[in-house]
């Protein structure tokens, strides 16, 4: 998939303690495509392509990663996160409901970066990753979705919400195989 120098890659809720109604499914899905994220990752920051966390701030209301993760900590979570934690060149943002742009300063940032490009990667597909994008569409960002990189509960749901980026915000979805250029 062709990217721009004006392209960002968000990471949706991946740091997360999985303690939820079906939160061991969604742990196991997440870990499936871990290895796909990391190395989609790798490939962004090689092209200088800036690397945006955005979470869930789990009541804690700190925009502080170590107070997150070590609240995330589990043993469902803690193999993933150990792999998925921010760097410390990578954004790091909390936010208070499901879009990564509600109530965030997600938009400052990326105008900031000059970016018009987001790809998508994260859980839950269905929920978190498809209100950012529908948020990221009305905000005339074009949208990025590596099929492999987002992960719902239910595949259908997954499958439905990706059918919707695709049809509905114009998101070019597309399985990520190691080489964006």
């Known amino acids: 998939m062709n990217t721009s120098k004006n392209t960002a890659m968000l990471v949706i809720d991946m740091i997360n303690d999985f303690k939820f109604a079906h939160g061991k499914t969604l742990a196991e899905k997440a870990d499936k495509m871990l290895d796909s994220i990391l190395s989609l990752k790798q490939n962004c920051v090689d092209k200088k392509i800036p690397i945006i966390y955005i979470n869930d701030h789990y009541n804690l209301w700190k925009a502080d990663i170590e107070s997150i993760l070590n609240y995330c900590h589990n043993e469902t979570s803690s193999q993933l996160l150990d792999k998925i934690k921010p760097t410390k060149t990578d954004y790091f943002l909390i936010k208070p409901k499901h879009s990564a742009f509600y109530g965030t300063a997600l938009d400052t940032l990326l105008q900031q970066l000059n970016v018009d490009t987001l790809i998508l990667t994260g859980i839950a597909g269905n929920i978190c990753v498809l209100f950012t994008a529908n ?35 114009n998101a070019k979805l597309y399985t990520y195989e190691k080489d964006l250029s």
């Open 135 to 169: 948020d990221a569409y009305m905000r005339e960002y074009s949208l990025l979705v590596p099929e492999n990189c987002i992960a719902s509960v239910d595949d259908e749901d997954n499958k439905y919400a990706m059918t919707m980026m695709k049809n509905v915000m």
